[in-house]
């Protein structure tokens, strides 16, 4: 199954160029460093695209129910996951606040295209009184630019995606009847995921028992509340995590890690920097860890779980468990996410679990949805 050609993405191309930093990195093959590792391929199908969302039935959202209601009925919390689309840009190196941006995806900017003013000026003949202020983007709005689900399709190595489709699936040409009016004149044609999209995530829906992992808040680095730039989060920090915190990771569970660094776009006195974010470092245990748990989905408030670039046995790789867990597991990756306000929760109440519910935008043939996941969580009622 794993196979020895090598891919890259236009913005994994982006975190390489960083990483070369004046030269070019050495890019052993992921293939090798992931053979013998599991994989679900085939476990539901060979057609199956839904991946570990396959775990989440009738028995799973209970138990996130449970958790929601163990602090009684009035006793929950709300909470939603999704950052603000500011359209803000973030400068290289400053402190400026404002949205994430991944190398070679900018952020995007909308407007109206029906507001008062238009009224005002009697471009629109409103019925009866009534307004309405529509609004599009009017600069390129990146799908994996804000908080986000993966596709299962949206990282791979080789020749094959997530269960053995063909790579070629991923550019799959679609012709519409009617062309549109778009950036760069008529759009008559599109590419996109004919396997292994965003859409059968979106018909699936996430609905489960969230554990919230603060690892910025378990480790004695960093300010206290946020690994620094850099920081490599293992599966000793997850198991020292969970012990600290009392909470148990179960199987079938959606596992969110917190490191802090969303919140470092959010502060103009911290620098940010996507390509150095803290995240998840690479290592075989914890990927046996994540498969053994069968965890059926896995976020982080960072830009891709990950740490971007890493040393492993003396080479580069580039988001190496993109390929463990996207393609090999077909586990849904949800990054971005904005977890600064429920871990203040779970610390101030010490109840790490929850239901936790999202469905990322349902857009056909995509490699990606904007998700904005709902958490409810019970409180100890003070
Ligand atoms: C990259 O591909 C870098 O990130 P993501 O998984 O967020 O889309």
Redesign the pocket.
């Known amino acids: 199954m794993h196979e020895d050609d090598h891919d890259c ?1 236009p ?2 191309g982006a ?1 390489l160029a960083f990483a070369a930093d004046g030269g070019p990195p050495e890019t052993p093959h992921v293939a090798t460093l992931l053979d013998g590792l599991p994989d679900n391929w085939d476990r539901w199908g060979d057609d199956d695209e839904r991946g570990t969302l396959n775990l989440l039935g009738s028995a799973e959202a209970a138990a996130g129910m449970r958790a929601a209601l163990a602090g009684g009925d009035d006793a929950i919390e709300r909470f939603t996951l999704g950052l603000p689309l500011t359209g803000e840009a973030i400068p290289e190196g400053s402190t400026a606040t404002g949205d994430p941006a ?1 190398p070679g995806r900018d952020v995007s900017r909308r407007d109206n295209t029906s507001d008062e003013r238009a009224y005002r000026e009697g471009e629109r003949d409103p019925s009866a009184g009534m307004k309405f202020s529509d609004d599009r983007f009017s600069t390129p709005f990146y799908l ?1 630019g804000t908080t ?1 689900m ?1 596709a299962l399709g ?2 791979w190595y080789g020749d094959y995606l997530y269960n053995g489709f063909d790579a070629d699936a991923t550019a799959a040409t679609k012709r519409f009847d009617t062309p549109v009016e778009g950036f760069d004149g008529k759009v008559a044609e599109t590419r996109g995921h004919a396997n292994a999209s965003i859409a059968p995530l979106a018909d699936a829906g996430v609905a489960g028992r969230g554990v919230l992992l603060d690892v910025a808040r378990h480790r004695d680095d960093g300010d206290d509340t946020r690994l620094p730039m850099g920081a490599e989060i293992t599966l000793d920090d997850l198991q020292t995590t969970a012990d600290a915190q009392g909470v148990t990771v179960a199987e079938r569970d959606i596992l969110l890690v917190r490191t802090g660094s969303m919140g470092h776009t959010r502060d103009p006195e911290a620098a940010w920097n996507p390509t150095d974010e803290p995240g998840l470092a690479f290592s075989e245990e914890l990927v046996e860890w994540v498969h053994d748990r069968d965890i059926a989905a896995l976020g982080a408030d960072n ?3 990950e740490r ?1 670039t890493q040393r492993i046995d003396g080479e580069t790789y580039v ?1 190496p468990l ?1 390929g463990a867990f ?1 393609r090999n597991l077909g586990l849904p ?1 949800v ?2 996410l904005w977890l600064d306000d429920l871990a203040a929760a779970c610390t101030e109440d010490g109840i790490y679990e929850f239901l936790l519910t999202a469905a990322p935008l349902h857009i056909q043939r995509a ?2 949805g904007p998700t904005n996941p709902v958490v409810l969580k019970a409180t100890d009622g003070d």
């Open positions: 993405s913005s994994c975190a991944f994996q986000h993966d949206h990282a830009v891709a779980i971007v988001l993109h996207l990756l990054e971005m490699t990606g």
